[in-house]
């Protein structure tokens, strides 16, 4: 598929993708879902091989992404039902298939961040945001509610905070984003980049079937009684000593060396 509304770079294993729709400050319609959705599985395909070990998401402009595309979700009122379940749900497998990516997705948030745009946000694992950013579960200002990101939202931002910011659609600054965990570290335009390069550099020198594991792991536990994890965590733990990555960074730890993967 051509991408007529991404743009993608490969530096090394680190995969960028830029959202690139900025004279509607990078919405999304039913042809960038298709687009991030097919992007989704090619990085997930180059993960498994190791081509791919971080993502970045970013947004070109001044706006990093202001959610679906109102135009857009003013014209399906012509569908029938069904044909507006096929569109939310074709959403919804886009943001899964983020979400579920086996490597680090970093989001660099410039601008805005609203209504689908918070919730691309929310499916990054980590999250750098200017200072002067704005987010916002706008959906209710426009008559409708944010329901397909909200199982994605409610992992990062919790009940209270969904409660609060789902029902008053009001806009929220980059500091508040951090106080309800759905950014990570909060700097000036200018140092975006340069906090995204951080991130990414740590990443670098952890094992990738590892960070997968750990990522993986996360939605098998959370909310689980700790005697019901307990199974779960003790056959991951147990997998991982005995693999030969496991294997390598124990090993390379006792001789004082650097794993293979540490670049
Ligand atoms: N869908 C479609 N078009 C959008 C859009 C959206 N979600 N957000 C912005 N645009 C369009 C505007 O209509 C405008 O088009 P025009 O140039 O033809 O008038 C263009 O993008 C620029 O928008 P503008 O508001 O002038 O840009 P800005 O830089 O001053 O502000 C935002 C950027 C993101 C803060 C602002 O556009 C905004 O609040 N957008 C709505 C976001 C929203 O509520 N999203 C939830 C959707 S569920």
Known sequence: MSDQFLQTRRDGTVERLTLN?????????????????????EVRAAAERRDVRVVVIAGAGKTFCAGADVAWMAKTVQYSRDENLRDAMAMS?????????????????????????????????????DDHALFGFTEVKLGIIPAVISPFALAKIGRSAARELFLTG???????????????????????DAAVTTYIDELLTAGPDAIA?????????????????????????????????????????LDKNTPGWHR
């Open 93 to 129: 497998r886009m943001f899964a298939a983020i979400d579920e990516l086996p490597v680090p997705v970093i989001g660099r948030i410039q601008g805005a961040a609203l209504g689908g745009g918070a919730g691309l946000a929310a499916v990054c694992d980590i999250v750098v945001a």
């Open 170 to 192: 009001a806009r929220f600054s980059a500091a508040r984003a951090r106080e309800i965990g759905l950014v990570h570290a909060v700097v000036p335009a200018a140092d975006l």
């Open 21 to 41: 729709r900025p004279e509607v400050r990078n919405a999304f319609n039913e042809h960038v879902i298709a687009e991030l959705t097919a992007w989704a599985g």
């Open 213 to 253: 594991a750990a990522k993986a792991l996360i939605p098998q536990v959370a909310g689980r009684a700790i005697a019901d994890a307990a199974p779960i965590t003790s056959a991951a733990i147990a997998e991982r000593r005995v693999s030969p990555e496991g294997q390598e960074g124990l090993r390379a730890f």
